[in-house]
Structures are given as structure tokens and as C-alpha cells.
């Protein structure tokens, strides 16, 4: 048996993998990327938990966190590309015309 | 009669109202609507003054609504011995105001008399209210007239002085918002109690609390009035804003809102924190003395001549606190005519001296003397008022001065003939430095060819004066019908001092 | 099996009666020829049509659908408070819009859209419905901050907003799940009762904290704050306008029924912190604020600083404390919207107009436009008698309840510092001199919101029991 | 006729009130004069009238006290509006009103043609008013208006003239300094009235008196507020150290110097003290002090004025040493002796005043009496009542100095110090020596002006008429106490007797039946006072190169006296200077606005600019948010893990 | 160790390093792929906890919807090996590894040391809650209207993606 333990810290690596791309990454994408991976490891919590409890509202729950990456996805995509159009990079360091 | 006090505080608002509705263009008749109903408002005051029993020491004409429910918030309005007075002074002031600033303001008049108005309504509400929650209300409303009217129609460092004052004033009165909520708690703590601000429930809870307590929210509430009166140290906001406000607003600054910081005193440091006063009275005391003094002194070497009399205006409310905290009838009843005086004199000092800068278009002393000879009825007007600043007996000043050393000299809280002696010097000092203000202006050769040419008083101004004039008088020559006004809530409150001292405190008793 | 019943119809009925409407809305905008007049009115219709089922349904106090949402009492009246600022801003929106030349009809689908996730954050009885009510309203306004396409601030707003705010999502559903893997439900009637079980936990406890990052990057508190000026700033002013008030108050209304399971059990650990995070967001908005030259960014900064305020009511964990942060909500909705609306009237194209300076002078050239920003700044203060003062003395009374009185004392004093850069607008509009003298026209839609933004804080200042009255079946 | 005290009062304050309001209206110079001078002669009148009353009747039922109403009341405090009409304040009435009618009717003359006639009038009238509250009050308190009021009128007679110049500067700093130096005065006063009341709980003069009879000699309260009270005296009756302003009140018109500054005003001091004697009896060692005080005020003043060269200075100067040797008297515990001096001091010194204005009239505004002399020619008359006032201020026998300088002498002697008479009777030479000198450099000799430009004329009626009267009393105003050792009855002594009873009782005096000491001493005192008449007369006429050659001999110590003791110098240096430069310098310049106003303004400066500081943590790259962002995170779990 | 011990620990360590080298890799189309792998390898996980309907949508909607568009995406715009994205090591560098090593231990503590609720095996009901009925049934009855409302999500990304990335707007 795998106990529940080893589901959970797996995926809090996981989620501090993500956490460490979006905070390191230059990239919009790829820190975008780094925010699906958080989304999954939180998945693979729930779905843990939902599978130890023996209750379906974990399972529920990620079902809907999919189509919220869904839907972040085709948002999040069509604002660096409208950005990119204006600006011609996805350089986030370069993104700073709002600050102070 | 019923409702006599909601009338007196609202109908101030009638005015605005009507001023909402007239074009700007029309000035003058923006200027009638206003003075109307200042006047409207000044006979509503009467009729509570005349109604008012001196003898009885409850609140009276009160009105209680609910307000907010659910924090026993009420709009509960009274009046007693020691507003009654305030409120007719505000009434009786503010018509003086507007008249003065017949000709001096012509811009933006409209949105002039409206503050001025609000001002009234706001001023009127701290001495009615007997609901901290609607006192603090008030309080604060009243800052912004204030704000507008020293920061849009005053003089060259008009903002910076509007901004001190606001922020000055804000600084405070927030800790007095911590301590109301305070006090409201520890009303909800006592056996059957709930949260309130229902001042006459507070007045049988409050000194039952325990000294740390009341040591801090008396500490809170007196740093608010302190700033508002002003205290030394705080008092630095007083002669920017007096300087730069226009001749109106230093007039009811000086003669109204500064009394708003030692009617606090009275109606609430005392009363609810009887414990705490006792243990910060020397403290406060030595303040005042100090106040006395320095303000003074300042005062003194003074090159303009408002704020001169804004400095004056620091020494002589440091008598004012003085006096109340010497817990003696004597003294509080001493300090309740002195606001008055200081109400009538002061303010009239900053009318005459708004008067000569309209024709001078300078305060600086130096650009006067021998104004006695082309304006002989200003300059004897002046000298009447000084007089009465300067505490001559059989002028009102005196009275009040008089009554507060002799206060504090017999004080049992203050321990020591120290702080009397000292403060007496002030008599001296006030004299130093009116007299010589009088002097540089006044006596002397003319020696500046512009003053050669300055008009004397018009019908207008002295009929403005007229009635500040018979009151200096009156007060200094029978103060009895003043002082009974205030004879038996004072004799209240200092028999509840004296009890608190002997360990005598009230228990705190359920709420119904 | 039953599917669900007429009553959880009923219930939901706000949410149903917008979604409908902004079906109908989507359609017109594809059919309609110069739709977006078109699609304006049926989203008025829309939600007033909302607004009347949202008070049909005050009175009811149940849940719909198997404990998803509530219905009633507090969901009505955030439902109708998220509705008339929906409507507030889309009056504002439509001159505003038609004057830059980017009116669409999207626009306001994806306003109705938004405010259909507010509805479900105000109703939540269940984290899903929470968690499914901050992403649709998220996406909504991720969309609508760069709503300027061709502008580059208005991307870069989007870009950040959606970065960070996918980022917080992370940590909310993270804290979901370990909520739910603590108590095995994610629904809070059934949080409250496991409650006790969970309490030594310190999976669940943490739960809790994530929760409390996610909802409190929503609310803007500091630490979670860093977005909010920027976002502010880049955002079309109507858009910014309704994100610092309706996105704001929706936020807080499921912060607030999701923390009263912890704090019902007076969970002095969380307590704490929420109190440093309203500490912090006090200190740092007021402070900040002081030096922002713009003012939608100093606006900005100012909403930090009353999330503060509000987290203050949170931290206190009373009914006072909830009490204070709705009608405080209410108050600073008005009056930002108040706000937001004479700054959307006065901004030219590019973002221009929108400095301390270009205020000078406003009170001769426009009075009563110039009083109207006056008395929202001065409401934004706390002074009364406008509805902000209210709203604080609450919170604070609620602070001093619960102990915090050195929250309130740290409170009050921040709140001087904002006091500072408020006045500074009344202090250019009155007492400088115009520097620039061209002809200022108000589109009158907006100037009428404006008008009715400042007689509401009037009004609930004077008369706050209109308010609280009906607060008595809520809390 | 007791009933009537209050119409004594009120009467002046009508003129006053009628002038006032109306005078500037009213052209006629006769009329506003005329209703002026009415007003104190009717309170004359009155006054007269009560006192012949009072003589009539028996000696304990001289004692009237009539109330007007409650003045102030608060607590248990209260002090009425209430006229206590008995021997020493009728005695006092009848000096103010008398010698009061005199100088007002003086002044239409003198006067005449002013702009401020009518001005003038008004004020006189006030401070009739004002001086016969202050003796007539019943209590400290209504006192203390008088007393008060009269500096104020005082204050505004000096700045009569307020567009002149006055010495070094203007008659507007003479004004000024009179009225504060008489609030230092004041100011001791006000403390003793707190004391008073601290200790009897009332300020009415029967209470506290009838309460002080129960207190023991030299009880260290009744020290202290005696003190307090003195010093209040010193203010207004112009003793060391207070005494500076009263030279320079000179600045005046005369008839107010002859009123105010001689007759009235600066006895308040010696009224009060004696008022209060049974306070002072109980206060040995205030005793002294004021005794000293006087004597040495009586000596210095008299000192410097030996040199002072302009003619109503070395009056001034005169008087402030006159008023030493009553402060000499009543400290010694002989109060009627210096109320008898108070009296006969009136008489003469009014007249030397008016006199000394007549010539200042007649020699169109000259005071420097270097350039005078043979005026004997041009106006007779005032000669002969100015020598008259002279002789009598010189203690010329039989004259009503005599009498009143010499009963004070005498009790210096007895009831003070050996030392004490001989430092006085010094000063009494000194005095006889200046007052001749002044008469001889003003009426006798040649001629020191221009006779072209100069025409002297003798004074008009109205200024002749009161000249005369006064020198008829200056001459046997002293009969009605003349000591018994002459063979007289002492009157005076006998009629004020009742009011000082229970000073008396506490002072017990020892006896002295010694008339041959009292006559030797007497004659001592006369043949001084002879010899300084003689040398001044004599060097002042005929052998003016003595004056010069001492002058130079001793020049050192003249410029001392000329410069009055660098009093003034001292006091500016000391006291005024040091406390102007503090206030502006360093309490508003660097306390005010450096250290409260700038550490205000800097913390709010000190927050913006760290706002505009820390703002830029904000540094617009996203990940530097969530890095912040990350950090709550860290703090908000941490926190909760550990708890 | 058994059959699925080693199963999840072959997955775990999978998913472990491509999420690592997700991070590593400087070309983001790299990235994406191993990020695609993770993807593969959760799904595994999941069958490991017999969620095998929620292993299958996974990997439909994960790796092949998302990944595919965000692959899309990097090659639109042409991002392949741009010189510019060359990564720096700064302070916010040292910064964000400290915090998410910080926050990694953190949360490794909390989870090292407590089991939640004191399970320590898989419900028996997980075989049955793995199925498409199942899931099914719920879906359509409790959680009915979180599941409608997603529909709007969908929508408003929907027209969000259109409002934005559209070449040309039409008033």
C-alpha cells in the first residue's frame, strides 16, 4: 500500500516546482506553464484525498479545476498574444511600463 | 418648545437649502438668506435660553430617536448649564460672522455662506449632542467647512495651514473615535450592560472603571480636546490657521471652535474619568500654565498683529483649562464665562483687525502707528477690546481670569499655590504685549502716508461691534446673569469630583 | 433521482435571470448591426431584471442546489449590491466607451458575465461554488483589463492580473484541498460541524492560511497586493472602476462566509493573521498612496488600505466585525464608483488628465462635479457624515471587541496618512488655480451615477440604518 | 445721607458716560468742562455732605456699609458692588473730590483749545470714577477695580498726547510702562486677594478683618499676603523697586500729573495698607519691609532729584520721595500720620503741579527749568503759591508739611529706629534743598530765555482760582493734627482712631512721654530742613558756580544721579531685554517653529519621502510581485506550522 | 516492495524529474514537452488511485487540448531559442529559489509529520468512484450547478479569447 503521505508530498513537490518557475522563469509561457503545473499537483492532492475518503467531491473538484486551466489557457494565451503583437516579447522582466 | 434644540441645530440646513437654488450672481441676496437665517437660528437658541432652568442640573429639551439600533446609537440631543451658553454664543456669533464678510468676500460667495452655515449646524452639534457617537459625528463634520473656508478664501499660505489644520485636528479626534469604541466596550463588559454611546448611561459607567482603563481613554480624549483648544504644545496649528484664515473664519474660529476643546473637558474628561483626571491634573495643569505664559511671550514679539492675537488666544485658553482643572466651582465656573469672554473678545479683536486689513491690506505692525488720529472710533473700539483681553476689571475678562486663579489658587487637586502664581503672571504679560501692540499701532506719529487717507468705521462695522461691545461690558460688570447658567451643573460636577476623590465612585451600574 | 427542485430554481433565480439575459446579450452582439447600443440595454434589462429576483428572494433563508449556494439574506444582498454596481458601471462605461471609440457589445456580456461569478461568490455555501465563482468572475475581468487591445499599459495590465491571479488560484484550491482532506467535505455547513475534529490539525490549519492567501489576493491585502496598482492603472477606467468595487465587495463577501467557520470557533491563530494582514494593507496602501501622482494609482493604493480596514471587521471574528465590512462594502462601493466616474469623465484619450495637476482648479470650473469628488474624498477619509465614517467606526468598534483595540489605534493612525492624499484632490480642485481652461463636457449617463453614487453615501451616513436594518436577518 | 454713598461714584461715571458718548459732538469747550468738573464736584459735595454727618454722630456709628448689588458670585466665592463709607474712606473721598474739582476746573483752562478737550474730560471723570471705587469699596475685590482703574486711566492720561514725543521715546512708551509696571503691582495684589480669600473665604473687609482679630502676631500667612499686598503698593505708589514709571508718567498733561500722579492715584498704596492695618499689625516683618522700603525710596528719590533740571521731573521725583516718607509712616505703624501726610501732601503737591503747569503754560511747553528763571515778574502769583507749595513740602514750620512730616519723623524715631529718623530727616533736606533750587532756577534770577520769542503771562482764572485754594489749605491743611507736644489736639489722629483699633491693639506701642526728645528732634529736623531751603536759595540764585564745581568735582557720582541710578538701564538689561530676545529668539523662532512645528512637518515630510522610497519595491516585473507574494506565503504557513 | 509501490514510485520519480527539467530547460517548446510528460505520468498516478475516468480526461484535456495550444502558441510567435529570454541569475533569482525551497520545506514538513484524518489505506468505494457512472451520477445531481455554471466559464474564456486575439475588431 501507498500510503496517503507519499501522494501528498509528492504533489507538494510538485506545486513548489510550479511555485519556483513562475517566480524564476522569464518567460510568460513558461511561467504560465509553471501555474498549470501547480493546478496538477493540487489535482493530484484532491484526487488522493478523494480516493482515501472515499468521496467523490475531490474528484468533482478537479473535474472543474480542468476546465478552469481550460479556460485560463485560451485566456491567458490570447492576452501574451495580444501583447505580443504590440510589444514583440514575452519577456516578463521587459513588461514594466506599470510600476511605482 | 419640544423640539426646540432640533430646530436651533437644523435650521442652519434651511438656508443651504435655499441657497441651492439661487443663482451665484445673485449676491446680495445670497447675503440676506444667509444672515436670515443665522438670525432665525439665533432666535431659536433664545427661545431655549430663556426656557432653559438654571437650577436644574439634568440635560433639558432633550430629543432621543434611535439611530443605529444595533450599537444603542441615538440622536439624543440636551442642552445643561455648560452648553447652553456655547450654543448661544454660536448663535450669536455666526450672524456677526456673515455681516463681517459683507464686503470682504464677494468670490465665490454662495458655496462662503453655505460653509458658513454648515460650520454653524456642525458647531451647534457638538454642544447639543449628548450621544458621543453623534458628538464625534459632529466633531469631525465640522472640520470640513473649516478646511474650505480657511483654504479657499484666506490669505497666502492659505493650504498649508487649512492642511494643518485638518490633519492637526484629524490626529486627535481618531484617538477620541478609539476611545468612544472603547468606552462603549467596557459598557458592554459590566454585568447586563451592551455596547453604547448614550453619554448620560456612560456617565454612571465610566468612573466605575478601573484606573488603567480610564487612565487611557482619558489620555485619548484629552489629546484630541488639547489639540483642538490649543494646548501647549499642540497649539502650533493655531496661528497658521488664524493668520491665514479670512476674517470670518478666525472670528469663529477663535471665538467658537477653540471652545469646542475645553467644553470637552468639562462634559467629558471630567465627569466620565474622574479617577484619571485626578492623576494627570498636574500634568495638564502645568500644561496650561505653561500655555499661558509661552503663548504670551510668543505673543509679544509678534510682527503681525492676527497672529499676535492668535497667540494671545494660546494663553488665554491655557486660563480656560486651568480652571476646569482645578475642580473647583470657582474655577470651572471661572473657565465657563472665560470661554465666553475669550468667545467675544478675541473674536472681536480679529473682526477690528480684519477690518483695518481691508483698507490696509497688511497686519504688519510696523506699517502702522498713529491710527488713533485718522480712525479715532476704531482705535477707541480697539482699546475697549484689548481692555477686555487684557482682563481689566469691570470688563468681562476679568471676571473669568479672576474667577479661574482664584479657582486654581484654592484648588485641593493642584496641591500648590505654584501654578496660580505663575499663571497670574499672565495678567501682567497680556498687558505687555497688547499694550504694546496698542501702542505701535495706534499712538505715535502717522509715520506711513497710506494710513493718512484710512476711512474710520462705517455704520455697518460698528453696528457689527455694537452688540460684542455691550456684552463685554455686561458680562464684566453683572456676570451674574452668566454665571448662573452654568452655577449648578458646575456645583454637580465638583461635587462628583470631590466624591471620586474621597473614594466615593460609583459603582457601575446595570443598564436597563 | 432528482436533478433539482422549482425552489432551487427560485433560489438561484438571480443568477439564472443573468445568465439568460447574457445569453440573449451574446446572441444580439452576433446578430444586431450596431449591437452594442443594443446589448447595453438588454444588460440594463438583464440586471434589473436580477435585481428584482434578488429581492423577491430576501426574505427566504435556505440553501439550493444540495447546499451549493445560499439563497437570501446575505446572498440577496450581495446580489443586489453586485448588480447595482454592475449597472453603476456600465452607465459609466457606455459614455466612456462610445468617447474612446471602443464600444463593443462584449464589453458588457463580459461585465454580466463577471457579475455572475460575483453572485455565486456572495451565495457560496460550498468552496466549489466559491472556487467556480472567482474564476468566472477572474477570467471575466482578466479579459476586460486589456479590453484596450492596442494598448500597451492596458495589456501589460491584463498580462499581470492574469499571471498573478491564475498564480493565487494555485494557493486557494491547494487550500481547498487540504480543507477538504481534513474534514472530507468542501462544503462549510459541514466544515463547521467538523471543525472541532480538524482543529488540532495542522494540514487543515494550513488550509485555512492558503484559503486565506487566495481570497486576500482578491481583496488586494498586502502582502498579495502587488497587482493591484498596476492593474489599476492600466485598466480602462469603467473596468477598474468595477473590479476596486464589485470584485472587491465579492471577494469579501465569500472571504467573509468562508472565515466565519474558523472564526465562528474564534480561531485566535487565523485571527492573528488576518489582523497582520489588515496591519500591513493599512499601513502600506496609506502609505504608498502618499507619493502616487496618478489618480487611478493612488486610488489604488487607497483600496489596499481599505481592504485593511476591512480585514480589521475579519480579524475581530465578530457579528459586528461582518456587520461593519458589508456596510462598509456598500459605502466604498459607492464611493469609488463615485470616484472612478469623475475620473472616467475628466480622462482624455491616452490616458491623460489623470494627475494631481489636471485636477487644479476644477471647483470654478465645474462646482458641483468638483463637491461631488470632494465629498468622495472626503468619504474615503472617514468623515462624517458620509457612509465611510460609518463603515470604519464598525470595523474598529468590532476590533476593540475582540482585543485588537491596537489594531484600531494602528488603524486610525495609517488612516491619517491617507488623510493627507485625499485632501490633496479637494486641495487641487479648490484652493489652486486652473492651468488648463478648456471646456469641460460630463456625458450625462454618467454624471447622473455620479450624482446617485454621492447621495447614497449621504444618505447611508445619515441613515446607516437603512443598511443595518436589514443586516438583522443576515448576521 | 449714608445712602447716598453710591451717587458719590456713580456720579463721575455719568460724566464720563456723557462725555464720552457725547463730548466729541459737543463743540463747546465750557460745556464738556463743565460737566466734567460738576461731576466730581457733586461727588464732592455728597461727600461733604456725609462726612459733616458723620462727625455728628458718635464714633461707633461712623460705619456704613451700603450694597449695590452682587458682583461676581460662583461657589462660594462672592464679592458685591458695596460702598463701605467710614472715617478713612470718607477722608480719602473728600481728598480725591476736593482736590479733584480743583484740577478739573484747572484743567478747562489749561486745556483749552486741545483737540482732545473733550477726550480729556472723560478721562478724568474715569478715574474719579475708579478712585473713589477704590476707596470706597467694601471688599478687596471692588478694590481691585479702582485699583485697576485707575492705572488704566493713568495709562491713557499719560498717552494724552499720544502723537508726541516723550525723552528717548515716545509719551506711548511712558504710557506703557506705567500701566505695566503697575500690573507687576498688580499682579502681587491679585496673589494676596487668592490668599485672602484662602484663608477667611471672603474678600469683604468686615469678615476678613473680624476674622484676622483672631490670629497671633507675626503669623507667616498674614506675612505673606501683607507682602503680596505691599508689593502691589509699591506698584501703584511708586516705591523701590516699582517706582520708575511714575518720573516718566510726566509725559501727561500737568494737571494729571497734579492729580494722579501727587494727589490721589499713588496714595491707593498707602490707603490700601492702611485700610488693611490690622493685617499688617499681624505681619511685624512686612512691618519692617515696607518701612524700609519707604525710607529708602524717600531717600534715593530724593537724591536724584537734585539734578534732574526738567521742572515737573524734579516734582515726580519728589513725590515718589514724599510717598516714601508715608510708606515710612504707615511701616512703622503710625497709619494715621501717613494718612495725614497723604493729606497734606495732596494740598501741596497739587498746587507745586498746577503751579509748575501755569509756567509750563506760560513758557509755551518748556520744562527745562535751566532755561528759566525771573519769572517772579512775569506771573506773580504762581510764584507766590508755588513758594508757598515749596515752603510747605520743605517742612517750613507751621505750614501743613510741617506737621505731617514731622509726626511721621517723630514715629520713625519711636516706633522704628534712631537711624531710621536720620536717614529721613536727611531726606527732608535734601527735599527742602531741590524744592529751592527748583524755585530759585524757575522764578528768582535772571532771565535764561529769549524774551523775544518768549512772552510769560500770568495764567488765567480758572487756573489761578484752584492755585489758590490750594495753597490757602497748603498752608492750614496741617492744623487739624497738630501734635499734642505743640499743645495741639490731633484731630486727624482722634477721628481715623476707630478704624486702626484693632491694628493698634495688635501693634501695641510702647509708650514714649519723652516731649523734650519729640521737641529736640523736632527742632532738629526744622533746622535741617531750614538749611536746605537756605543752600538752595542761596546757590541757586547767587552762587551758581558752586552747583557747577560740584558738579565736576563729583562727576562721577553725578551721573549717577542724573541717570537716575541706571535703574531703567538695569531693568532693560536685566529683565525686559533678556525676556523679548528669549521670546523671540528662542521660544518662537526655534521652539515654536524649529522644534514643534519642524518636527511635525518633518515626520510628515520624513513619511512621504520614505513612501517615495519604498514605493519602487513596486518595480513593475510581475515576478517581483509574486516573489513578495511567495514571501506572505512563507510568513502566513509558518506562522500557522509553529503555533 | 510490491507491484504498486513500484509502479508509483517509478511514476513519482518520473514525474519528479520532468517536472524538474521543466523548469531547467531554456526553450520553452521544450519545456512544454516535458511538462507534457508530467502530464503522462499524473495520469499513471491517478490510475494508481483507480481515478481512472479522471486519469483519462486528464490526459485528453491536459496533454492533449492545453499543451497542444500552448505548444501552438510558442510556435506562433515563434519564441523557439530567443537569445533574448537568456535566463539571469539576480537577486529576485536567489530570491525565488530561497522562497520556493522555503515554501517546499514547509510544506514537506506539515505533510512528513501528519496524516490527515488517519487514513492510511484507499477507501474501498475508490474502485466504484473511478467509473463514468459514477461520476456521472454525481456530477449531474450534486454538483449540477457548479457543472452549469462552468458553461459560463467556458463561454466568457471564449469570448475573451476572441476579444483579444481577433486580428480586427468590427464596432
Known sequence: MIPLNHY????????????????????????????????????????????????????????????????????????????????????????????? | ???????????????????????????????????????????????????????????????????????????????????????????????????????????????????????????????????????????????????????????????????????????????????????????STIPGGYFTTNLQKLYAIAPGAPMGIQTWMFLAFTLSFAIKVPLFPLHTWLPDAHVQAPTAGSFILAGVLLKM?????????????????????????????????????????????????????????????????SMTEEGIQGAMIQMINHGLSTGALFLLVGMIYDRRHTREISQFGGLAKVMPVFSSIFMIVTLSSIGLPGLNGFVGEFLILLGSFNSVFFGSYVYAAIAATGVIFSAVYMLWMVQRVFFGKITHDENRSLLDLTKREIALLIPVLLFIVWIGVYPSTFLQSSAASTKQVVTQMQNAKSGNVTPAIPMK | MEFFSPSDLIGSSPILALSAFSLIALLANALVKNSAKTVFYISVVGILAAIGCAMYTFSMNATAFSDMLLVGGYASFFAVLFLVVALFSLCIAKPYLEREQYHFGEYYVLIM??????????????????????????????????????????????????????????????????????????????????????FGDPVHIIGWGLILIGFGFKVAAVPFHMWVPDVYEGAPTP????????????????????????????????????????????????????????????????????????????????????????????????????????????????????????????????????????????????????????????????????????????????????????????????????????????????????????????????????????????? | MYSLAPFIVLSPLLGFLINGFFGRKIKNETIVGSIGTLAVASSFIIALLIFIEMLGSPAEERKHIVTAFEWIAAGTFSANVAFQVDQLSILMTLIVTGVGSLIHLYSIGYMHGDAGFWRFFTYLNLFIFAMLNLVLADNYLLMFLGWEGVGLCSYLLIGFWYDRNFEKGTTGDAAKKAFIVNRIGDFGFLLAMFLIFNTFGSLTYETVFAQAAGFSVGDNVMFWITLLMFIGATGKSAQIPLYVWLPDAMAGPTPVSALIHAATMVTAGIYMVARSSILYALAPSTMEIVAIIGLLTAFFAGTIGLVQNDIKKVLAYSTVSQLGYMFLGVGVGAFSAGLFHVMTHAFFKALLFLGS????????????????????????????????GSFAIAGFPLLSGFFSKDEILWKAYTDGAPWMWLIAALAAGITAFYMFRLVSLTFLGKERFDLHHVHPHEAPQTMLIPLLVLAFFSIVGGYVGI????????????????????????????????????????????????????????????????????????????????????????????????????????????????????????????VEATSNIFRRIQTGVVQSYAIVFVAGILFVIGYLMVW | ???????????????????????????????????????????????????????????????????????????????GDDKRLVEHLGLRMYLGIAFSSGLLIELLYIFGFSSPMNISELSPASVEMGTVEYIGKVLFTKFLFPFEITSFLLLAAIIGAVLLAKKKLVQ
Open chain 4, 357 to 388: 503747569g501755569a509756567v509750563i503754560h506760560a513758557m509755551h511747553d518748556e520744562q527745562d527749568i535751566q532755561k528759566m528763571g525771573g519769572l517772579q515778574k512775569f506771573m506773580p502769583w504762581t510764584f507766590r503759591t508755588f513758594a508757598i
Open chain 3, 113 to 198: 458575465l463577471s457579475t455572475i461569478g460575483m453572485l455565486m461568490l456572495g451565495a457560496s455555501a460550498d468552496l466549489i461554488t466559491a472556487f467556480l465563482g472567482i474564476e468566472v468572475m477572474s477570467v471575466a475581468f482578466y479579459v476586460l483589463a486589456g479590453y484596450y487591445r492596442g494598448k500597451l499599459s492596458s495589456n501589460e495590465s491584463a498580462l499581470k492580473y492574469f499571471l498573478l491571479g491564475a498564480f493565487s488560484t494555485g494557493f486557494l484550491l491547494y487550500g481547498i484541498a487540504l480543507i477538504y482532506g481534513t474534514t472530507g467535505t468542501t462544503n462549510l455547513l459541514r466544515i463547521v460541524t467538523m471543525y472541532p475534529q480538524a
Open chain 2, 1 to 187: 418648545m419640544q423640539n426646540i434644540l432640533t430646530y436651533t441645530l437644523f435650521s442652519p440646513l434651511v438656508g443651504i437649502l435655499l441657497l441651492l437654488f439661487i443663482n451665484k450672481e445673485k449676491q446680495s441676496l445670497i447675503k440676506y438668506i444667509g444672515i436670515a437665517t443665522s438670525f432665525v437660528t439665533f432666535g431659536l437658541s433664545l427661545a431655549a435660553y430663556f426656557g432653559f432652568d438654571a437650577a436644574n442640573t439634568q440635560m433639558q429639551f432633550v430629543e432621543q430617536y434611535p439611530w443605529i439600533a444595533g450599537l444603542d446609537i441615538s440622536y439624543f440631543v440636551g442642552v445643561d448649564g455648560f452648553s447652553i451658553l456655547l450654543v448661544v454664543l454660536t448663535t450669536f456669533l455666526t450672524p456677526i460672522a456673515l455681516i463681517a464678510s459683507w464686503e470682504s468676500i464677494t468670490d465665490r460667495l454662495k458655496e462662503y455662506v453655505a460653509f458658513m452655515l454648515m460650520l454653524e449646524v456642525g458647531m451647534l452639534g457638538v454642544f447639543l449632542a449628548v450621544d458621543l457617537f453623534l458628538f464625534y459625528v459632529f466633531w469631525e463634520a465640522m472640520l470640513i467647512p473649516m478646511y474650505f473656508i480657511i483654504g479657499i478664501w484666506g490669505g497666502k499660505d492659505r493650504i498649508y495651514a487649512a492642511v494643518k489644520f485638518f490633519i492637526y485636528t484629524m490626529a486627535g479626534s481618531l484617538l477620541m473615535l478609539i476611545a468612544i469604541l472603547w468606552l462603549g466596550y467596557y459598557a
Open chain 2, 261 to 325: 476643546g475645553t467644553y470637552g473637558l468639562i462634559r467629558f474628561c471630567l465627569p466620565l474619568f474622574p479617577l484619571a483626571s485626578f492623576q494627570f491634573t498636574p500634568l495638564l495643569a502645568t500644561l496650561s500654565v505653561i500655555g499661558i505664559v509661552y503663548g504670551a511671550l510668543v505673543a509679544m514679539v509678534q510682527t503681525d498683529v492676527k497672529k499676535l492675537v492668535a497667540y494671545s488666544s494660546v494663553s488665554h485658553l491655557g486660563f480656560v483649562v486651568l480652571g476646569i482643572f
Open chain 5, 1 to 79: 516492495m510490491t507491484f504498486e509501490q513500484g509502479v508509483f514510485y517509478f511514476l513519482a520519480s518520473v514525474t519528479v524529474f520532468s517536472a524538474v527539467m521543466m523548469l531547467l530547460q531554456r526553450n520553452p517548446v521544450n519545456s512544454a514537452l516535458y511538462l507534457i510528460l508530467n502530464f503522462f505520468c499524473l495520469g499513471g498516478l491517478y490510475l494508481t488511485l483507480n481515478a481512472q475516468f479522471i486519469a483519462l480526461v486528464h490526459i485528453l484535456v491536459y496533454a492533449g487540448a492545453i499543451m497542444v495550444l500552448f505548444l501552438f502558441v510558442i510556435m506562433l510567435l515563434n519564441l
Open chain 4, 483 to 606: 501734635p499734642h507736644v505743640l499743645g495741639g489736639h490731633n484731630y486727624f489722629e482722634e477721628f481715623l482712631e476707630p478704624v486702626f483699633a484693632g491694628a493698634n491693639a495688635k501693634l501695641m506701642m510702647p509708650m514714649h512721654d519723652s516731649a523734650a526728645l519729640e521737641l529736640g528732634l523736632m527742632g532738629t529736623s526744622v533746622a535741617i530742613g531750614l538749611l536746605g531751603i537756605y543752600a538752595g536759595w542761596k546757590i541757586f540764585t547767587q552762587k551758581m558756580e558752586i552747583a557747577e564745581n560740584v558738579a565736576k568735582r563729583f562727576s562721577g557720582l553725578h551721573k549717577i544721579l542724573w541717570n537716575k541710578y541706571f535703574v531703567d538701564e538695569a531693568y532693560d538689561a536685566v529683565v525686559v531685554n533678556p525676556i523679548k530676545t528669549t521670546s523671540e529668539k528662542f521660544l518662537w523662532k526655534i521652539f515654536d517653529v524649529k522644534i514643534i512645528d519642524n518636527t511635525l512637518n518633518f515626520s510628515a515630510k520624513f
Open chain 3, 239 to 475: 473596468v477598474t472602476a468595477f473590479m476596486s468595487t464589485g470584485g472587491k465587495a465579492a471577494a469579501f463577501s465569500a472571504f467573509v462566509i468562508a472565515f466565519s467557520v474558523p472564526m465562528s470557533m474564534k480561531d485566535e491563530r487565523l485571527m492573528l493573521v488576518v489582523a497582520v494582514l489588515a496591519a500591513s494593507s493599512m499601513l502600506l496602501g496609506n502609505w504608498f498612496g502618499l507619493s502616487q501622482l496618478n489618480l487611478k494609482r493612488m486610488l489604488a493604493y487607497s483600496s489596499i488600505a481599505h481592504a485593511g480596514y476591512m480585514l480589521v471587521g475579519l480579524a475581530s471574528a465578530t457579528s459586528l466585525g461582518q456587520q461593519g465590512i458589508t456596510f462598509y462594502l456598500v459605502s466604498y462601493a459607492f464611493t469609488n464608483l463615485g470616484a472612478f466616474g469623475i475620473i472616467a469623465m475628466l480622462e482624455k484619450v491616452n490616458g491623460a488628465n489623470l494627475s494631481y495637476e489636471d485636477y487644479a482648479g476644477l471647483a470654478k470650473r465645474r462646482p458641483g462635479l468638483a463637491a461631488l469628488m470632494a465629498m468622495f474624498m472626503f468619504s474615503l477619509t472617514g468623515i462624517p457624515p458620509f457612509a465611510g465614517f460609518v463603515g470604519k467606526y464598525y470595523l474598529f468598534a468590532s476590533a476593540v471587541h475582540s482585543n485588537l483595540t491596537w489594531l484600531a489605534i494602528f488603524g486610525v493612525m495609517t488612516s491619517l496618512f491617507s488623510t493627507y492624499y485625499y485632501l490633496r484632490v479637494v486641495v487641487y480642485m479648490y484652493f489652486r488655480e486652473a492651468t488648463n481652461t478648456e471646456e469641460i463636457i460630463l456625458p450625462k449617463l454618467t454624471f447622473a451615477t455620479v450624482i446617485v453614487c454621492a447621495v447614497g453615501i449621504l444618505l447611508f451616513g445619515i441613515f446607516p440604518a437603512l443598511i443595518f436594518d436589514l443586516m438583522k436577518s443576515m448576521f
Open chain 1, 8 to 100: 501528498l508530498l509528492l504533489s507538494a513537490f510538485l506545486f513548489s516546482c510550479g511555485v519556483l518557475g513562475v517566480v524564476v522563469r522569464r518567460n510568460a509561457i513558461v511561467v504560465f506553464m509553471s501555474i498549470e503545473l501547480m493546478l496538477n499537483a493540487v489535482n493530484l492532492s484532491l484526487i488522493a484525498f478523494s480516493q482515501f475518503l472515499g468521496d467523490a467531491t475531490g474528484q468533482m473538484l478537479v473535474f472543474f479545476v480542468m476546465v478552469v486551466a481550460a479556460a485560463e489557457a485560451a485566456v491567458g494565451l490570447a492576452i501574451i498574444i495580444s501583447l505580443f503583437r504590440n510589444k514583440q516579447t514575452v519577456n516578463i522582466d521587459e513588461i514594466n511600463i506599470l510600476k511605482w
